[in-house]
Every structure is written in structure tokens, then in C-alpha cells.
């Protein structure tokens, strides 16, 4: 079935490629679960989807996974509540400007920032 927030502790035991399908899987499906889910469950969830999605920020995700997180980021404040979209892209911009992340994990935040500021102005 379609799974609003990810089962963290599925991935936890499981093998790093077998993480990156699940991953793949989950976000792949997200933006359309997310407009697909009532109003009262997204308000609900919202808050412990975005805390799941901030910790994608810093797992040095191939790009393909990058895009994905990115369109779940702007699903969500477009379907759900918008009030922690701030509070996600300054996340974002932390990311960008800490001298301790990787390159990767800096393209994500950028990618994430650019597409919402695209969409939510």
C-alpha cells in the first residue's frame, strides 16, 4: 500500500542498497500519496513526515533520490500546512552553508531550496 511516512525502523537492519530502493520506492510514490490523503490525516502526520524528510537531507542521496525528496518537500506545503516551509528552507540553507557537509548533501539542500522557492514564491 501507500505509505504516507516511512518506516524507519524497516530500514534500520537492512543493507545500504536495499535502503536506497526503499528510499527510491517511498519517494516515488510520495507527492501523489500526499495529495491523495485527507486534509485531517495530512495535518496529523505533517509534522513527523517533515522531521523524515529533514533527516533525508544529510544521507548523502544519489541524485535520482535528490529530485524525489525535493517534489515531496513541495507536495507537502502545497497539499498540507505551509507554516514550517520557512523553517524547512532555512534547514536547507544550514545545510548549504556548513562547512562539515558533503557536496552531495549540499546539492540536495540546493536543489530543495530552488524548487520551493519556485513553487511557493
Not at 9 to 23: P, Q, T, V
Not at 75 to 80: E, H, T
Not at 96 to 107: L, P, Q, Y
Request: proline share 2%; glycine share 4%.
Amino acid at each position: 500500500g501507500k505509505m504516507l511516512l516511512l518506516d524507519e525502523e524497516k530500514l534500520a537492519g537492512i543493507s545500504d542498497s536495499k535502503r536506497i530502493e526503499i528510499l527510491l520506492q517511498w519517494l516515488k510514490q510520495l507527492p501523489h500519496t500526499i495529495q491523495t490523503t485527507s486534509r485531517e490525516q495530512l495535518k496529523k502526520n505533517q509534522q513527523t513526515l517533515v522531521i523524515q524528510l529533514h533527516k533525508l537531507l544529510t544521507r548523502s542521496l544519489p541524485p535520482s533520490l535528490r529530485s524525489l525528496l525535493s517534489s515531496s518537500y513541495v507536495s507537502l506545503y502545497y497539499a498540507g500546512d505551509s507554516s514550517s516551509l520557512f523553517e524547512t528552507i532555512n534547514k536547507c540553507n544550514d545545510v548549504v552553508k556548513s562547512k562539515d557537509e558533503t557536496t552531495a548533501n549540499k546539492m540536495t539542500a540546493l536543489q530543495c531550496i530552488g524548487d520551493l522557492y519556485r513553487q511557493h514564491g
